[in-house]
């Protein structure tokens, strides 16, 4: 992953020393399973314990021997650990600790994930209310339709993001599982309970039958969880674009004191950051699909997961964990321009209150055809004459014998188009990130 797109926190996560980190923290556990069923002698655990360390450079340079990272890894252990080493992966295989060390991955970063997803539900939330009373048009097919309010807009954003979270929380558990087994899965030479006792002390799930590896199927589920997660906020982006149009400029992303949006063109103020999330979104789905190929393995096992895994999971991860911060940045610093919306509301000569003219004939005595045909024949007229829609059903012969001007009028009240709101802010007030 490109330095300039990485948190430090989530980063952390993934680097070579971490990842051995895990692998340690694995075998130790490991042993001190074996240990409490007496297979160990605890003199052995503690020295292991004290003394367990390795150099990151020097398991490359016995990789680069070895051709395998699981025994370069442990070489490089033994060589501080001295005798006591020949207890270090008794009866395991090296998936047993790969799965196992990349399950507490998977769990620490969809923790950091989950934060931040609950910091962009908060400031989703929170906007929502500022703006549950700022009147704008809302667009169907992007063609104006009927009022409604920008705290709508990022109420709704609020409950995708909360709805995010729940699915991030699912698949974060289903990928935090363990598996000590052995080779395919059989426990021919470990004990179960050495299983249990490792992923209990890790905080881990395991898994029921194995066999050689963890089953991707869960590795899937989190990566769609990912894509999800981003594509909502891929979401927000393209909507904030939409408003920052010059036509349209309803809102628009915080432009700093400095910034520039050209080099050719000084006036520019662009929607650089809702661009760059937007094609964000696209590298998570993308590693999503590579996620899901690697489900179908060859029998009990084969590795071309591996290969993919040690890109998708951490540049997912690491990328998604980057998108969270700058859409919390995007939606805290909106400038949002109530102004702009209020005149938008008029460009479409109140053909906006159609519905409300329609319900009104009904209520007067039409049938539902013939009132459409009547509001339709009006609005038709409005658009292509550019004309207020409002003086054209008040000169409408046909309109007029079942509507007074006092009923046409009040049909055009946008107030009445809101008069529900309370019943969705309440909902919005409710919600808990």
């Known amino acids: ?20 980190q895990t692998w340690l923290e694995v075998e130790i556990a490991v042993c001190e399973a074996w240990a409490e069923l007496g297979q160990i002698p605890s003199e052995a655990v503690e020295e292991i314990k004290a003394r367990a360390a390795f150099d990151v450079r020097r398991v490359l340079e016995i990789e680069e021997v070895t051709h395998h990272d699981v025994i370069a890894f442990l070489t490089n252990v033994a060589e501080y650990v001295g005798d006591a080493s020949k207890y270090i992966h008794y009866g395991m295989t090296s ?29 989703c939330r929170r906007r929502a209310l500022e703006h549950r009373d700022t009147v704008m048009i809302g667009r169907s097919h992007g063609v104006h339709a009927e009022p409604i309010t920008f705290g709508m807009v990022l109420g709704l954003w609020a409950f995708e993001v909360q709805r995010d ?40 799930g395991y898994e029921p039958i194995s066999t050689q590896v963890v089953q991707r199927d869960r590795h899937a589920e989190f990566l769609s969880a990912l894509a999800l997660l981003a594509t909502t906020i891929e979401k927000i982006a393209v909507q904030v674009r939409h408003y920052q149009r010059t036509e349209v400029l309803e809102a ?15 006036h520019k103020r662009n929607p650089i950051i809702s661009e760059r999330l937007a094609g964000q979104a696209r590298i998570i789905r993308g590693n999503m699909v590579a996620a899901y190929e690697n489900v179908a393995l060859w029998h009990e096992r084969d590795i071309s997961h ?15 964990h980057y998108m969270l911060k700058k859409a919390v940045w995007l939606v805290d610093k909106l400038l949002v321009y109530p102004a702009n919306m209020a005149a938008n509301l008029d460009r479409s000569y109140g053909l906006i209150h159609s519905q409300q003219v329609l319900l009104a004939l009904v209520r007067a005595g039409f049938l539902r055809e013939e009132a ?20 054209l059903l008040l000169a409408d012969a046909e309109v007029t014998a079942k509507l007074s001007p006092d009923e046409i009028e009040a049909a055009f009240d946008t107030s009445y188009a809101l008069r529900n709101m309370g019943a969705i802010f309440a909902r919005v007030e409710a919600l808990e990130f």
Do not use: H
């Open 1 to 20: 992953m490109i330095e300039r797109y990485c948190t430090p926190e989530m980063a952390a996560l993934w680097t070579d020393e971490a990842r051995m």
């Open 95 to 123: 998936s047993d600790m790969l799965d196992t060390a990349l399950a507490l991955q998977i769990k620490r970063a969809g923790d950091l994930l989950l934060e931040q997803a609950r910091e962009l539900g908060r400031v």
């Open 165 to 204: 979270i729940d699915r991030l929380e699912r698949a974060t558990a289903q990928a935090a599982v363990g598996k000590i087994s052995g080779a395919v899965g059989t426990y021919a030479n470990i004990d179960p309970r050495v299983e249990q006792s490792v992923t209990t002390k890790l905080g881990l």
């Open 252 to 266: 628009e992303e915080y432009f700093a004191p400095g910034q520039k949006g050209s080099s050719a063109m000084p």
């Open 306 to 320: 591996s290969s993919a895994e040690r890109v998708i999971l951490p540049d997912s991860t690491i990328l998604l």
């Open 372 to 391: 459409y045909a009547l509001v339709q024949r009006s609005a038709m007229r409005a658009w292509q004459e550019k004309t207020s829609f409002k003086d």
